[in-house]
Structures are given as C-alpha cells and as structure tokens.
C-alpha cells in the first residue's frame, strides 16, 4: 500500500507530502491545476525515464519518494533479499535528480540499478494512465485473469512444478545424448587403442622388473666368471680361505688359554668363518641360476620395445603409465554403457512427467474454457454500466503444444462498436475505453488476485452520468479490499472518494507552484458541487452533491 508520496523540486511542485487513504483516494482539481504532474513525479520514484526538463529549479536537486507497507509481498521479499535489501515494514522508493542531470535510485536507502526500482515498483504499484495498453495487450497478465476467474492459479502452480521437471529432463536428455554422440565418433578409434593395451597386457612395475633382468642377462657370462673366481678362492685352490680361516680360528682357540682376550676374537673369527661359508654357499646358487638365454633377451628387449612404442604413441613419460592409460579407456567405455542406461531412465521419466503434465494443462484448458463464456458475459454487464453498452470483450483460447503456460494460446480480442469485427485490444479501444476494461477486469478478478495498489490516471475520459456513477461504484466496491488512486474529472467518482485530496495551484513569492491539501467532508461536499455546477454552485448542486456522497 502507498502511504506517502514527497516531491521536492519537481516541475512547479516546490515541496509536497501527501498521505493516502488504504481505501479509495480520489484526487480533483482544476484542469491545469497539476494533477498529472503528481502522476509524473510518482512515476519518476517508480522508475520512468528521467531529464533536466522535470527539475523546477536549475540549481537544486530533484527528489520523489514513495513509502510503501510491505507485508503480504512474497514475491518482493525475495527479490529484496537476492539483491542483499532488508524488508522492513516500510518501504522506501526514492529518486534523485542532481543538477547536472545525473539521476540515481534508492530502494530503503540503498542505491540500486533502475532495473531492480522498476522490478520492485511493478510489485506495488499498478499505474494505469490513458493510452497505456501495454498490461491489457500482455498474453501473461490475460492469462492470469483468465485463470483467476476460473480458479486455476493453484492448478497453475502445481503445473508449473511439473513442467520445470519436465524441461529439465529434456536439457538433461539432450546432454546425454550429445554426449553419446560425441563418445559414438570416438568410440572406435578408442577400441583400437584399447586393444593395443590389452595384447600388451602391460603390467604396473613391470618396466623395473624387465630392466633388471635384462641387466643381468646381458653380463651373465661376466657374473659367472666373477662369481666362480670367488667361489673357487674361497673353497678351493692350493690354499682355500674357508680352510685357512679354519686353522686360524682353532690356533686362536688354543691359544686363548694363555691370554683372556684371545678367546673372544677366537669366537668372532668363527662367526667369520659361517658368514663366508654362508655366502659361499649363496654366491654359488646365483652362480648356478644364471644362465645365458639369448632367447629370453631377445623377448625381453622385443616387450620393452614395444611398451615404449606406446609410451611414445601416447605422449607418456614411463611404461607405467600404460596400466592408467589402460584403466582409463575402460572407464570411457563403462561410462559410455552408464550413460545410456541413464539416457533410458530420463526417456521414462520425460514420459511420465509429460503425461502428468498433460494431465494437469488440460484440466487448465478445460476449466479456462468453461470459464470464457462466463467471463464474456460478465465483461460486457459492466462495460454496459460504465458507458460502453455496444462494446464486447471476446476471449480466444486455442488449444496448442504443451508450453510453461499449458496448452493454451489467450488472446482478448474487443469490439467496441457492436460491428462483429474483434480486434486485438490496443487496436480498437481508445485510452478511456481502455481504462475502463482495465477497471472492469480488475475489479472481476480482485478477490482472487494478489495486486498492488491500483492508479488510474482520468479513467472518467468521454463519460459522465450514469456510465460515471458506475465507474465510482465499480472503484468503491475495488476500494474495499485495495488501495485505489484515481485522478478525475467526474463529481459522481469524486463523490465515492474514502479520501480526497485537491490539487491547486497557488503564488508564493511571485511564484507559481502546485500544492495539494485533503478536504474535509464539507469541502469535500463543496468541492463536489462545484464539478456539478461550476466555481459558483447553486444552493441546489450542493445539495445533489451531498446526495452523491450520502450514498456511499
């Protein structure tokens, strides 16, 4: 709800604060008096297009601010707090312009990009000014009422649901089938690959292992003459060391019983003595082991080769890294099966979600549908109060392809001359006509829509009577359950007023400015009277005046 507009230095506006009825605020005034000034400065803090020409005076800065109540906004409340705003009770819109021209905005004092004070407004406040045919034209905004008429918004939430699940598994199915594609193309060139690896059958430390025994191989004739060299030192020979050690050892043994000292060395040359028998014994089994094998080295140096043919192939660093490389193509080929397996689960579950979601848009179009005539009918009663007696309000729905609004394509079509030839809205009704419509379809889906305060800008243009005193009662009847705003010329709307605010202009220092002041029952009576009869109305206006605003 709009609590309280301030302007300051806007047009010929020096400084104003003006409150608002949570009801039905009518404001009248003289033509020229500023009015529509008012609208323009509201619509400055909403978020219109700013310029210098809108600055009163040259030297001071331009400032409109708008507070608001907030509570029952779900949907602003979220997108506050995407862009890191508090929501507190109050909610201020501000617009400065400096001097230079340079415009900024402010939402609860946080500057904020023109998008976001444009976003924010549409949530709280509806303003509908003559020749504005941009919501009325807008497919969302008729299907909205279509479905708020035929109690299918919940329906549409629920749908909705659906179909995002819907659409999701078709993206999640279009990737996995791309990505099948690309797997396809290479599929072949991996399998050859693939079988490299698997005949090589390369084994993780089997480069080492190989290269070891190559080693040794390759200098067996060498280690065995070396080895026998040893061997033969040490067992055999005119003087074997293995004996002399032997003879040493006892000499020692017998000795130690002359000197103490003598029996632990006699202990250690011993031990000595195994050692060397032990490793005689081991040097002569790796003696016995190794062989000359020209054949094994040949099958050796050929599996290397062939190892580091692939190494090479593959760009890798060591054979090891084939055991990766190999594993690695096996995942590939594993997730390629993986991924069709959840290709054919998300196949299943698009199948099922379109069902459902079919199911449920067509319980939308049925109940749309059925709702047309209803809604048709109900239009071209109230077009009938308020002036337009010819005109008809015609509601196409075409039933097409599953989409995120269901399965229907709505378009309000409107003759307003009786002629039979309907026309899309913008074409055929004029600013008032239009503005009226707005009234009419507004006031039908009230109950069942979460809308924002509501502005209309002379929606009284080409009537006057009783087509005049069904606008004030469609717009009181609106009022009871939102905060409407309407600008008039019309004493039989002004005379449904909760709160009614006059705008006039007046001198203050030579200079002419537009100020705006709430009058009271007797000058709202008065006030009434006087757009009855002129400046100067007679005992008898004033009188139809009260009339007028006793029936409220």
Request: glycine letters at 6%.
């Amino acid at each position: 709800m709009l609590q309280r507009l301030l302007i300051q230095n806007y047009a010929i506006i020096s400084a104003l604060e003006i409150d608002f009825s949570s009801k039905l605020s009518i404001i009248t005034g003289e033509t020229g008096a500023g009015k529509s000034i008012l609208m323009g400065a509201l619509g400055l803090a909403l978020g219109n297009r700013a310029d210098l020409s809108q600055l009163g005076d040259r030297t001071k800065k331009l400032i409109v601010e708008a507070t608001f109540t907030s509570e029952g906004k779900s949907n602003l409340k979220e997108l506050l707090l995407e862009s890191d705003i508090e929501l507190d009770a109050e909610l201020i819109l501000r617009r400065e312009i400096a001097a230079n021209g340079k415009s900024r905005c402010f939402v609860n004092d946080t500057p904020v990009n023109l998008g976001l004070l444009q976003s924010v407004a549409s949530i709280l406040v509806d303003l509908h000014q003559q020749f504005d045919t941009l919501q009325l034209g807008n497919k969302d905004f008729q299907r909205t009422l279509l479905d708020a008429r035929s109690g299918s918004l919940h329906l549409m939430e629920a749908y909705t649901v659906v179909y995002t699940n819907y659409t999701e598994v078709l993206k999640r199915i279009e990737q996995l089938k791309q990505q099948i594609a690309k797997a396809e193309q290479e599929r072949e060139y991996k399998r050859f690959l693939l079988n490299e690896l698997d005949e090589l059958n390369w084994l993780e430390g089997e480069e080492k292992q190989l290269e070891e025994e190559l080693n040794v191989l390759s200098h067996a004739e060498q280690i065995r003459d070396g080895l026998s060299k040893i061997s033969y030192t040490l067992d055999e020979g005119e003087q074997p060391m293995l004996s002399q050690l032997k003879n040493m050892q006892s000499m020692l043994q017998s000795l130690s019983a002359f000197h103490t000292d003598l029996h632990s060395m006699s202990t250690r040359m011993g031990s000595a003595y195994l050692d060397l028998k032990d490793l005689s014994g081991e040097l002569q089994s790796i003696m016995n082991k190794i062989l000359v094998d020209e054949k094994r080295m040949d099958q050796i140096s050929e599996r290397l080769s062939n190892a580091q043919r692939l190494v090479k192939k593959h760009g890798l660093v060591s054979a090891d890294q084939l055991v990766t490389l190999r594993n690695g193509f096996y995942k590939e080929v594993e997730t390629l099966e993986h991924v069709q397996d959840e290709l054919d689960a998300c196949e299943k579950e698009k199948n099922k979600l379109y069902d459902q979601a079919y199911k449920e848009a067509n319980l939308i179009h049925e109940k749309r549908v059925k709702q047309v005539p209803v809604l048709e009918k109900s239009t071209k009663e109230l077009l009938a109060r308020v002036g337009m007696p010819n005109a008809s309000l015609k509601i196409e729905v075409k039933k097409g392809e599953l989409s995120a609004v269901g399965l229907d394509q709505i378009n309000f079509l409107f003759d307003a001359n009786k002629s039979g030839n309907y026309e899309p809205l913008h074409k055929v009704a004029s600013g008032g006509e239009l503005s009226r419509l707005m009234l009419i379809l507004k006031s039908l889906v009230a109950d069942s829509l979460e809308m924002p305060t509501l502005i209309f800008d002379e929606i009284d243009t080409g009537i006057s009577g009783e087509a005049a005193r069904q606008v004030g009662l469609l717009m009181e009847e609106l009022a009871d359950s939102h905060q409407l705003i309407s600008i008039t010329h019309q004493p039989q709307i002004a005379a449904k007023a909760d709160y009614h605010l006059y705008v006039f202009k007046q001198e203050v220092n030579g200079i002419i400015t537009t100020s705006i002041k709430q009058l009271l029952p007797d000058e709202s009576i008065m006030a009434v009277a006087k757009m009855l009869a002129g400046e100067n109305p007679s005992e008898a206006a004033i009188a139809s005046a009260k009339e007028m605003m006793d029936r409220n």
